[in-house]
């Protein structure tokens, strides 16, 4: 290190290495720029290697639904409408008077989700419950005018996503998809 000493002063101070450069606003180049080995190293987009035609179907069906979850949310957040609200209220207005327990199951939801939704579903006005006329302490849960007003709103967006995921499929290779999901969650279910 070199030394300079201040006139004034009379004190001596270091210099660094910066100080003594010719160009001052030159840095050093961070050691990644200087050894390749500790360069970070960025996965693919989606769509690209792994992530695309050349994964694993499992993970590209978790990468689309991811995808497709997020775009849901978007989507139905516009009306206060989280995405499992919108299946409770899907699964009632096609199966009326299930129980809590039912939805969970028909909802791929756990018991303690659907809990927390129809509590705030039936606060909304949305759904209202009855007792179940053979075993009272089982409550059956249906929509609402309220309730299918909402639903009827949030299927339009949720129309605009299908119509996004299906875009560039003709209505056969469409059903095809359709059918594949639907063997896969049936064969895979019972397995």
Same mark, same amino acid.
């Given at each position: 290190m070199a030394r300079k000493t201040a006139r004034s002063t009379g004190t001596v101070r270091k210099t660094s290495k910066i100080e003594k450069s010719k160009n001052p606003t030159r840095s050093r180049k961070a050691?990644?720029?200087?050894d390749p080995a500790l360069a970070?190293?960025?996965?693919?987009r989606p769509g690209q290697g792994k992530r695309g035609e050349q994964g694993y179907l499992a993970y590209l069906l978790r990468q689309a639904q991811a995808a497709t979850r997020l775009t849901m949310e978007r989507a139905l957040g516009k009306l206060g409408v989280t995405p499992p609200?919108?299946?409770?209220?899907?699964?009632?207005r096609a199966y009326p008077g299930l129980s809590g327990a039912d939805l969970a199951r028909v909802a791929l939801l756990t018991p303690q989700t659907v809990g927390v939704i129809?509590?705030? &579903?039936?606060?909304?006005?949305?759904?209202?419950?009855?007792?179940?006329?053979?075993?009272?302490?089982?409550?059956?849960? !249906?929509? !609402?005018?309220?309730? !299918?007003a909402l639903l009827e709103k949030c299927r339009r967006?949720?129309?605009?996503?299908?119509?996004?995921?299906?875009?560039? &499929?003709?209505?056969?290779?469409? &059903?095809?998809?359709?059918?594949? &999901?639907?063997?896969?969650? !049936?064969e895979l279910q019972d397995s």
């Open positions: 050691p990644a720029e200087t970070i190293i960025r996965p693919p609200q919108f299946v409770v209220l899907t699964m009632l129809i509590r705030n &579903l039936e606060r909304d006005g949305a759904i209202r419950k009855t007792p179940h006329p053979v075993h009272g302490r089982v409550l059956q849960w !249906t929509l !609402t005018r309220r309730g !299918t967006h949720a129309h605009a996503v299908d119509r996004r995921l299906a875009k560039g &499929l003709n209505p056969r290779a469409e &059903l095809i998809v359709r059918r594949w &999901l639907s063997k896969i969650a !049936t």
